[in-house]
C-alpha cells in the first residue's frame, strides 16, 4: 500500500474529484483529512473515506482563500496525526460572464479560491512537511485552452500551473515534489451544470469524459513514491481532447 502510514489533506473533497481521490488515497493506507468549506459535508465524506477503507478520516470546515482557516487546518491534521505527507489543492469554482461585465469582486472570489487557495496550502506544507512530501495541484485544460466567459477560472488554473513550476524548484531543496493535473470534461455536476455545455458553445465529446477516479488514479501517482522523480510537471489527462486540430 503506497500510502501506508501516510497523512493526506485533500481540499474540495465533499463530492467529485476531491471525493474521489480521498478515497483512493485512503484505500492505499493514508489517513486522509477532508478540507470542505461545509463542515457537514466533510464529515459525511470523512465517513464515506473510511468505509471505502481508510484507516482513519477527518472532516474539518475549511475556506480556503482564507490563510488562517487553511493554517488551522494543518493544525488539526497534525494534532490528530502528528504528520503531513501528502497536499492535493482540488477546491475549485467558476464563473460565467463576459469580460466586460466581469466585477474586480468577481475576479477575486476566482482567484482566492483557485489560485490562492493553492498558494496557502503550499506555504503550509513547506512550513510542516519533511522530505519526502508531495503536493499534487488541480488545474484544468482551460489552463491552455479555453472558452468564453470563464475568463477568472481559466487565468486562475493557469496561474496554478506556473505556481506549481515555482514551488517545485523551491520545494526540491526541501525534498517536497509539486505537480499539477490538468483534467478535461470529467463526469461531474461542474461539467454538467457549465451553462457553456448546457447551450452547446463547449462541445463536449461523450467519448472524452472521464470519471473522477481517472483523476484520482494519476493524482495518486504523482503522491506517491512511485513518481520519485517527477517534479514541477503538468499532466494533462483529458482523454486526447486537446490533442485533436
Known amino acids: 500500500m503506497r500510502f501506508r502510514d501516510k497523512v493526506a489533506i485533500v481540499t474540495g473533497a ?4 476531491g471525493l474521489a481521490t480521498a478515497k483512493r488515497l485512503g484505500s492505499e493506507g493514508a489517513r486522509v483529512i477532508i478540507a470542505d468549506l461545509k463542515g457537514d459535508a466533510a464529515e459525511k465524506s470523512a465517513a464515506s473515506v473510511r468505509e471505502a477503507g481508510a ?4 472532516g474539518v470546515a475549511c475556506d480556503v482563500s482564507s490563510e488562517a482557516q487553511v493554517a488551522a487546518t494543518v493544525k488539526a491534521a497534525m494534532d ?3 504528520r503531513l505527507d501528502v497536499v ?3 477546491a475549485g469554482l467558476m464563473t460565467f460572464k463576459s469580460l466586460e461585465d466581469l466585477t474586480p469582486e468577481d475576479w477575486q472570489k476566482v482567484l482566492n479560491v483557485d489560485l490562492f487557495g493553492a498558494v496557502h496550502f503550499t506555504k503550509q506544507a513547506f512550513l510542516t512537511m519533511k522530505p519526502g512530501g508531495a ?3 488541480v488545474a484544468s485544460i482551460h489552463a491552455v485552452m479555453t472558452e468564453p466567459l470563464v ?3 481559466a487565468a486562475a488554473k493557469a496561474a496554478v500551473v506556473s505556481l506549481t513550476r515555482s514551488a517545485s524548484i523551491e520545494g526540491k531543496p526541501k525534498g517536497i515534489r509539486v505537480n499539477v493535473v490538468l483534467p478535461g470534461a470529467i463526469d461531474t455536476p461542474m461539467l ?3 451553462p457553456n455545455v448546457k447551450s452547446g458553445a463547449e462541445k463536449v465529446d461523450p467519448s472524452m469524459v472521464g470519471k473522477p477516479e481517472d483523476i484520482a488514479a494519476d493524482i495518486a501517482f504523482l503522491a506517491s513514491d512511485d513518481a520519485a522523480l517527477v517534479t514541477g510537471t503538468a499532466l494533462r ?3 486526447g481532447r486537446l490533442a485533436r486540430l
Open 151 to 153: 475568463a477568472p477560472y
Open 237 to 239: 489527462v483529458d482523454g
Open 192 to 194: 454538467w451544470d457549465n
Open 80 to 82: 490528530r496525526f502528528g
Open 14 to 17: 465533499a463530492g467529485g474529484i
Open 55 to 58: 484507516p482513519d478520516a477527518l
Open 88 to 90: 492535493v489543492n482540488n
Open 135 to 137: 503536493i499534487v495541484n
